[in-house]
């Protein structure tokens, strides 16, 4: 437990920090997703993303990819200020296939990490482009920040398993998750919270059982063989704030799956 404690201090210290560096406009791919999975594939502008709603509606700017020396993860939101007073990114309708309420995107925004890439120094500023705006690389200093999720939304968790979320050329031809589990590997990744979650705990009627590992692909692995069919998942975020959700193994596996994440699911929960 002490582990904990000392992963969340530290979180609360690297928060506060206020960092400068250099970040590239990058144009998206139409299958791009990030190994957050946090984009869905098949995307082509903003609107057609199948990501996060706060992405969606231009609550946050821009979605980012950060190298591993960055003190982030999957979900973090960053509030990012051009050091040039003088810098606007112009992404207008001849720049962009989005189709934006703003055309010029001032010194200062909200971005969300979905993507930690190899390189250790990259910073990138994800969106859809038809071509490269004149200027491409900006002096930004950047700090976390809460992510502007609205009271009444709901928080997001994508289930994965060996297949779905795994396979983009996989044929899937029914349309329930159950026919593609495998006992030995369910993943879980949370999706749209204020600050993301760094911690999941499971139990049973209130019971420990044991914290989650996190995988390769930047989720979290549940346990083979789950004892009971109901089960809470006790989630911790980086301001060492705590939620619980009541999940059954029955919802997951009825749960219709997801193309956009190549045979995922995507459950919607509130806190308890």
Known sequence: ????????????????????TNATIHSLDYNFVGNCLFHGNESNSRQTSHGIKMYRDERIKFTISVGRNFPFNCGSCILINLENDFDKIYLNNNLTIERKNNRVIYNQFIGIVIDIVPDYDIFLLNTYLKKDPIQNNYLINYIEHPCPFLDGEYNEFLFCSSIPCHNPNYLFTKKKFKYYYNEYYLTIHPRNFRYNIILIKLFYDDQYFEYLQVTDENGYLMPSHLKYDKFYLECTDTVGRIFQYLFSLDEILNSNINLHYHGGTILYKKSI
């Open 1 to 20: 437990m002490i582990t904990y404690i000392i992963i969340i201090f530290f979180f609360h210290y690297t928060r506060a920090i206020k960092y400068i």
